[in-house]
């Protein structure tokens, strides 16, 4: 068997995985009522097989697992880490959300990410203590929130805990009862100032109210940059068919289950004006670069690997 170094970081072992989850829609995931159980699968990709590796779950966004997902995979491979592609959609009978949020509440990405985590800690390959998440655009969302505690206590992962949080340009604009307080492990978010599909500006307040309270949160936004900046497909810019961009509309839970839109004080709906209806995507190769840098430093020093 060829070492790591003699492979320059291509999948030695390529396993698909199927695991058991469950599919709530958001106001029953606040609740804690019961969903229905699911069962989807995953992509692991190992960098070899003779060892127990760090491992980085990768969580999709609405257009399910693209390019980009694919893309970080490659790149967590180039330092000996191992990828874990959840695949959201395909299991539940979902193409894509992009047009229609409602087929799959992004709350219950969470639970995957939990039931992930809880599936890859017990494989022979992977070292429990050294496996983060990480999620794109809804999937984004799924994981900055997945670090909230009063999640964790509901639905949380019982064999593992994720050494970090590694959000992609996620949805900010709901403040959750609670969300201040989160796990003890580091969030660190990656966002386009340019982004009109998912707003930067939420991000930055929802990161000022985790450091007043202490969290180990940082944000790096780079100027200029869209959503999904880091898919090469996009290139220069594509205009979104048909999206529901919510990105810009203030919620809160104001009581468990019950998420308001601030500007008119009611139940948020979908139909709400502040929903919009006209996104761009682009590829930006400069923002890209430095948040591969910036990763692979981060995933070194949490993980104990060289870059």
């Given at each position: 068997m060829a070492s790591l170094d003699q492979t320059h970081g291509l999948t030695i072992r390529t396993e698909i995985h199927p695991f058991d989850t469950t599919t709530l829609t958001d106001k029953a995931f606040l609740?804690?009522?019961p969903g229905t159980p699911?069962?989807?699968?995953a992509e692991l990709r190992l960098p070899g097989d003779l060892d127990r590796y760090p491992a980085v779950i990768l969580n999709h966004g609405s257009g399910g697992v693209t390019a980009n997902v694919d893309y970080w995979a490659r790149q967590l491979h180039a330092i000996g880490v191992a990828a874990f592609l959840v695949d959201c959609f395909t299991g539940r009978g979902i193409a894509e959300t992009v047009t229609d949020q409602?087929?799959?509440g992004a709350l219950t990405m969470i639970i995957d990410a939990y039931r992930a985590l809880d599936h890859l800690?017990?494989?022979r390959n992977i070292d429990p203590n050294r496996i983060a998440l990480m999620g794109f655009s809804k999937g984004g969302f799924a994981t900055i929130y997945a670090?909230?505690?009063r999640f964790q206590k509901m639905y949380g992962p019982t064999k593992a805990k994720f050494a970090a949080y590694i959000p992609f340009y996620p949805a900010c604009s709901t403040r959750y009862l609670e969300d201040e307080i989160t796990v003890d492990a580091p969030i660190r978010i990656f966002h386009g100032s340019?982004?009109?599909y998912v707003p930067v500006d939420p991000c930055r307040k929802y990161v000022a109210r985790l450091r007043a309270a202490g969290r180990n949160v940082e944000l790096t936004e780079f100027p200029g940059a869209h959503h999904v900046f880091d898919n090469p497909l996009y290139m220069p810019f594509v205009?979104?068919?048909n999206p529901l961009v919510a990105g810009f509309c203030e919620r809160e839970e104001r009581a468990p289950g019950e998420i308001i839109n601030v500007a008119t004080g009611?139940?948020?709906t979908w139909s709400d004006p502040c929903v919009r209806h006209k996104a761009t995507v682009g590829y930006d190769p400069a923002a890209t670069a430095q948040s591969i840098e910036m990763l692979k430093l981060f995933l070194a020093t949490i993980f104990k690997v060289a870059v």
């Open positions: 609740t804690g009522a699911a069962r989807i699968a409602t087929r799959l800690a017990g494989h670090a909230m505690t340019a982004d009109d205009d979104v068919a009611k139940p948020f």
